[in-house]
């Protein structure tokens, strides 16, 4: 959990194989709602899964857009966003 807790992206792929912690982004996807961090869960999510969390539980899941079902939000870049609190 400890290395979860450093600023950067943690990138972990199908396997479960950890390819990169703390590792920055240089992302040009400009979030409305948020800063770097929500930039870099999007940029994840074009290829992916990209996830935020935050200190204060918040949880956000974003994937490019497809049949968007319940829960899950439109954001611009074409992008759905899922909100989890934990």
């Known amino acids: 959990m400890e290395l979860l807790s450093l600023d950067g992206a ?3 792929n199908q396997c479960g194989k950890y ?3 703390g590792y920055i982004l240089n992302s ?3 979030s409305e709602s948020g ?3 929500d930039a870099a869960a999007r940029m994840l ?3 992916g899964l990209g996830i935020k969390i935050s200190e204060d539980g918040e949880v956000k899941l974003y994937r ?3 049949n968007n079902t319940s829960g899950t ?3 611009s870049g074409g992008f759905e966003e899922i909100k989890i609190f934990i």
């Open 10 to 12: 943690t990138v972990i």
């Open 35 to 37: 800063g770097g961090r």
């Open 73 to 75: 939000s439109d954001v």
């Open 28 to 30: 040009t996807l400009q």
């Open 19 to 21: 390819l990169a912690i």
């Open 64 to 66: 490019k857009r497809g």
């Open 45 to 47: 999510g074009s290829k």
